[in-house]
Structures are given as structure tokens and as C-alpha cells.
């Protein structure tokens, strides 16, 4: 038994002392060299290289996704045609556009409205101009309220008063108010109704739309009732191309609602309402682009031109253009830009079809502004570097100095025309001209005539006689 005890108490000691391994100094050494990494093999570490590699990778697109969901929408797929959704879009436009055309004051109310103010003015006695005070106001705004309804109550706005010219008294004339009052109206219809055409809601229009919006006025129209129902579809198509040559200037086949209603160009449609065209002068008919008499002149000139008929000029049937004084090397710039190429390609596939006749007639006759000589100066910029040098304006004067001369007029030197441009000008940069420097000096359109059209040039230089001649009737 003595011995049996011994061994047992013996084998416990033993356990007792041998201490556990990750107490033991070289098991800690061991297991730290090894977790550095340094004791590892080729193999090991690669692992240890690419795990880490795809984690940073892990990290960097859950950063971006999360910072993607912070960004706001900039695309919504449009609803497909005869869809729910898109049925439901079409019905609230509706109930929208008819509650805001219901809020519109019509013919009637606006009479009514001019009869109060008419009612319940003053007239001025050094001037004679009917006029109102603010007490004025309030109490016509009243008057209004109870004959013609609360939708004319926002016209009478304190604000709205406070935008007119007023005497020494306070007083604003009755008639700037009355025909802002008409003219608000006025474009809220045209807004409505121009929305009623925009199939996609996107706030543009599309050439189709515009033309629907112009066929649909010309009943209202008083200078436009006769018109030959065979002409109402080029006569669109010719007046909707106005709108797209002022109110897209980058030529994305749409334009801003809003921006056509605040170009002149529909304000020069509306001129159209005068019901008696006595008082229209021929001169005053064609100048206006969307007269009947202006449209059917853009369509009797085309025709003239198009000598074999085929529906698009060539070069040689532009070129009798204004009774041929425009120079070749401006009927050769607007053909290299602003002509697509044929399908057939080559240079003698390149025509001038209806289009772009149109925009090469609203260029010349509104050079002046800036989408005119934008247009022009297209062409004038001979090798596209958007300027002009002293070798550009020689070479382009040099065709109007050789029809000049063929027209049998003095001689005279293309040095001193150049300087006299230069002068004009007085662009930014002495060496060079560019179309900013053409649109500041409010000369451009007279620049780009002399420089394209023997006419023009000759117009600038016998400017003084011109206007001898226009003062001299008025005098009489």
C-alpha cells in the first residue's frame, strides 16, 4: 500500500509542475513571431495580401453605395403609352390645366373690368390720362370682386400697384394697368394651352406641337381668317420654324415653353389680332414674319430659286439669292455649315432643303440679334477657331470688293475697309475679332452685311444720304 500511495502522490506532483503551454516563454515567442506574418511562407502571405486586398475593395464599394443613396433622382422612366400610370398622368394634367383655366378672367369679365376702372377714376387735368389712387384701387378692386367674381381679386394686389409709374399725387394711369391685366391673361392661356399640347409633359414642345399650337390660333386671328385652307400646313411649318430658330439655339429639335412665351416672337404673332388691316401698311405686313403675306413670300421665293424643282437648292440656285449679291465664299461657308450632307455623300449631294432655308432667311433678316449672328458668324469664321483675323476680313471682302467694282462703283481699298471694321469694333483683343466682341459693339449685323453682301456694303457706305432721305419726308 506504501508503494501504491507513493506512486499516485508521485505522478500528481509531476502534473502539478509541468506548467501550461501557453504559459511557457517559447510558446508566447512562437506564437507572436508567427502571427506577424514574418515566419510565414511565400504562399501564406499572399493569402494574408490578397484577403486584405478584397476586403479594402469590400469597404470601398459599400463607401460608394452608400454615398449613391444620398444623391437625388435625375431620371425617371416616363410612363409607357396606355398605361395606368400614364392615364393617370394625362387625367390629373387635365384637371389641372381646366382649374387653372377656370381661374382666367374671359372677354366678358375683362370688359366688365375695364368699365369699373373707367367708372371710378380721375382724369388728370394737365394731361387729360384717366388715373387712380390707392383708395381708388381698393374700391375698384371691390367693385370688381362683386360684378366679375374672386378670380380677379389677385390683380388688385398692393404689389401690383406699387409696379406702376405714379405722379406727384400717387396716382398710376388706368390703361398700363388694364392692359397688364390682359396681357397676364394672355400668356396664361397661351401657357395652358401650349401644355395641353406637350404630349410629354417635359415642359418643350416639339415642332409637331408648335404648329398644333399655331393652327389651332389661326381662327382667332383677324389677318389670318381668309387664309386658303391649302396653305394652313406650310404656313405652320413656316411660322413654328421662327419659334425654333430664336428658343433653341442648339438645335435639340424642342423648345422651352417658357422661353417662348417671352420671346418677341410670340408677341409678333399676336400682332395679328388688329382686326382692321387697313391700318397694317404692305411694309409693316412683310416685316412681320408670321403674316400672311410674309409666309407666302418665303414660299414664292423658294420656288423661284428651286430651278429643276426637286425640293432643295444647290449652291449655283442660292447664289441668285437676293438678286445674286451675296458673295460665293458666303454661300459656300453656310452651305459647309449649316447643310447636312446627302445620303449619297459627295459634294454635289449636299442641298439646301426647305428648313434650312428657312433658318438662312431668319439669319439675314435679323442679323442684329444674337441668334442671327450667331448664325452668320458661323460662316464668317473661315477656319473655325471662333475669331476673326485681319487675313479672314480680306479674304471675305474681297468677293464684295469684286461684285463692287463689277456694279461699277469707285474704286476703293480693302485696307481701309478692314480698318474701318477694326474701328467698328474695337474688339477686346486688337489681333482678333470674336462673336462676343460682335454682340458688344451693337454693329455686328452692319459688320456681317459688309462682309457677306455687296448690297449691305453699299448701304453702309451711303448711310448719310440714307437717312437725308428718311428725315426729308417726315419733315414734310
Known amino acids: 500500500m506504501y ?22 516563454l517559447w510558446v508566447r515567442n512562437l506564437r507572436r513571431y508567427i502571427g506577424s506574418g514574418a515566419g510565414l511562407g511565400s504562399e501564406a502571405l499572399m493569402e494574408l495580401e490578397i484577403k ?4 479594402d475593395i469590400f469597404k470601398e464599394k459599400q463607401q460608394k ?18 398605361s395606368i400610370s400614364h392615364r393617370v398622368q394625362r387625367l390629373a394634367k387635365y384637371r389641372f390645366l381646366k382649374k387653372e383655366s377656370d381661374l382666367l378672367l374671359n372677354a366678358d369679365d375683362l ?11 380721375v382724369i388728370d387735368e394737365t394731361t387729360g390720362a ?56 394672355s400668356l396664361t392661356q397661351a401657357r395652358i394651352d401650349m401644355s395641353e399640347l406637350d404630349e410629354d409633359s417635359d415642359g418643350f414642345l416639339q415642332p409637331h406641337e408648335m404648329e398644333a399650337y399655331i393652327r389651332g390660333l389661326i381662327p382667332n386671328l383677324a389677318q389670318l381668317r381668309d387664309m386658303p385652307a391649302a396653305f394652313v400646313q406650310m404656313y405652320c ?48 405686313q412683310a416685316e412681320n414674319w408670321f403674316s400672311l403675306t410674309s409666309a407666302q413670300r418665303i414660299c414664292d421665293m423658294f420656288l423661284a430659286l428651286d430651278k429643276d424643282m426637286n425640293g432643295t437648292l444647290s449652291k449655283q440656285e442660292l447664289r441668285e439669292y437676293a438678286d445674286g449679291t451675296l458673295t460665293e465664299i458666303f454661300i459656300e461657308r453656310a452651305f459647309d455649315e449649316h447643310v447636312r450632307r446627302g445620303k449619297g455623300g459627295g459634294g454635289n ?27 452668320l458668324f458661323r460662316c464668317l469664321d473661315l477656319n473655325g477657331r471662333g475669331f476673326l483675323t485681319t487675313a479672314d476680313i480680306h479674304t471675305l471682302f474681297r468677293d464684295v470688293h469684286q461684285k463692287w467694282i463689277e456694279g461699277g462703283n469707285y474704286e476703293l481699298c480693302i485696307e481701309d475697309v478692314r480698318d474701318e471694321i477694326w474701328d467698328m469694333v474695337k474688339p477686346a483683343d486688337p489681333l482678333k ?44
Open 52 to 55: 486584405r486586398i478584397l476586403l
Open 237 to 284: 411649318r413656316i411660322a413654328a420654324h421662327k419659334f425654333f430658330f430664336f428658343c433653341d439655339p442648339h438645335r435639340r429639335g424642342k423648345a422651352c415653353i417658357k422661353k417662348i412665351l417671352l420671346s418677341n416672337c410670340l408677341q409678333e404673332l399676336m400682332e395679328l389680332h388688329q382686326e382692321s388691316e387697313e391700318e397694317v401698311t404692305d411694309t409693316e
Open 349 to 375: 449631294a449636299r442641298e439646301m432643303d426647305f428648313e434650312s432655308f428657312l433658318d438662312f432667311v431668319l439669319a439675314l433678316e435679323n442679323k442684329d440679334t444674337p441668334e442671327g449672328l450667331t448664325y
Open 65 to 82: 453605395s452608400a454615398e449613391a443613396g444620398t444623391l437625388p433622382s435625375f431620371y425617371k422612366k416616363k410612363p409607357e403609352e396606355g
Open 111 to 121: 370688359d366688365a373690368m375695364w368699365v369699373c376702372l373707367r367708372e371710378n377714376c
Open 433 to 476: 475679332i470674336t462673336l462676343s466682341d460682335l454682340l458688344s459693339c451693337k454693329q455686328g449685323g452692319t459688320v456681317a452685311s459688309m462682309l457677306i453682301d455687296v448690297r449691305g456694303f453699299w448701304a453702309h457706305d451711303n448711310r448719310e444720304n440714307l437717312l437725308q432721305e428718311e428725315e426729308e419726308p417726315e419733315e414734310e
Open 3 to 24: 508503494n501504491g500511495s507513493s506512486d499516485g502522490e508521485a505522478h500528481e506532483a509531476s502534473q502539478r509542475r509541468i506548467p501550461p503551454a501557453s504559459s511557457m
Open 130 to 185: 384717366e388715373k387712380m389712387n390707392y383708395e381708388d384701387f381698393c374700391h375698384i378692386a371691390s367693385v370688381c370682386t362683386e360684378q366679375i367674381g374672386t378670380k380677379c381679386r389677385r390683380f388688385f394686389s398692393p404689389s401690383n400697384f406699387m409696379k406702376f409709374e405714379k405722379d406727384e399725387s400717387g396716382r398710376i394711369a388706368i390703361l398700363p394697368f388694364y392692359l397688364y391685366v390682359m396681357r397676364t391673361v
